[in-house]
């Protein structure tokens, strides 16, 4: 992998040096620092043949994703995508974001406190997310709506500093809309895909600026880094 631009580069990379990299900027403010870990193809596609994003991860971006787990003090990620990627327990707490509260198969027998769900109080399966995960860890906040300003006060309470964001498209566009997220971890696969396929980001309009902050390349895979303009 080589840095072809951020600090000190051109210079070759190693996944040990992906921390640092990737490290919270010194000026991030107090709070936690929220990144979004997305893939797609060269013409946008997020998805690959298969329908997931599995379907477009290669090894560059599992050294990225991995790093950026590693960092990570929680993991934010939408319920469609932790059923349809049948995520099961992290190392770190995955916090999942859902209208309607249903917990995911992968998740259920998750040791108590490594799994949590932020939903609002409308939340049709919202006694039954309570049973499974148990009701301190799942975090109602507004009635038909997520209160995300209420999430962001939430994960500073619980003293994270660093929160990577694994999507999906809906749960990013929603966050992207509601300012919690910090930077965009993006990587782009020399692949093209055409036919009907998500984007990285997906509902109503957002126009958010950003600032690239590095990018690396291993064999026409670009792995940018990119900051939100505040
Ligand atoms: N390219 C990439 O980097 C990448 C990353 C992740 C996923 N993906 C792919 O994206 C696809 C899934 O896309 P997706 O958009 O459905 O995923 P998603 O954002 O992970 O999940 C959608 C679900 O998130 C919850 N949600 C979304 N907005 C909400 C809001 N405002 N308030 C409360 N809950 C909200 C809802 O959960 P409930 O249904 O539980 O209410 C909704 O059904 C999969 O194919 C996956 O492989 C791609």
Redesign the pocket.
């Known amino acids: 992998m080589r840095l072809i631009l951020g600090p000190d580069a051109p210079r070759p990379v190693t996944p040990d040096d992906l921390p640092d990299l990737y490290a919270r900027p010194a000026d991030a403010g107090d709070g936690p620092w929220v990144r979004a870990c997305?893939?797609?193809s060269l013409d946008g596609a997020?998805?690959g043949p298969d329908?997931?994003?599995g379907g477009?991860n290669n090894e560059p971006d599992h050294a990225v994703f991995g790093a950026l787990r590693g960092l990570a003090d929680a993991v934010l990620?939408?319920?469609?995508?932790a059923r349809?990627?049948g995520y099961g327990p992290a190392d770190v707490p995955l916090v999942l974001?859902?209208?309607?509260g249903?917990v995911p198969e992968g998740l259920r027998d998750a040791d108590p406190g490594r799994v949590m769900m932020v939903v609002p109080a409308s939340a049709a399966h919202l006694g039954e997310a309570e049973g499974i995960l148990g009701p301190e860890h799942v975090w109602v906040l507004g009635e038909d709506?997520?209160d995300f300003a209420a999430l962001r006060d939430r994960m500073a309470a619980q003293g994270w500093r660093e929160v990577t964001c694994?999507?999906?498209?809906?749960?990013l566009g929603?966050l992207l809309g509601a300012g919690l997220i910090d930077e965009v971890a993006a990587t782009v696969v020399p692949r093209l895909m055409a036919g009907e396929h998500?984007r990285?980001t997906?509902g109503p309009d957002v126009d958010v600026d950003l600032e690239l902050m590095s990018l690396l390349d291993e064999d026409g895979t670009l792995l940018g880094r990119w900051r939100v303009r505040r």
Request: net charge negative.
């Open positions: 997305m893939i797609s997020a998805t329908g997931l994003s477009l990620v939408g319920a469609g995508t349809d990627e974001i859902s209208r309607q249903e709506e997520i694994e999507g999906g498209p809906s749960t929603v998500p990285m997906a």
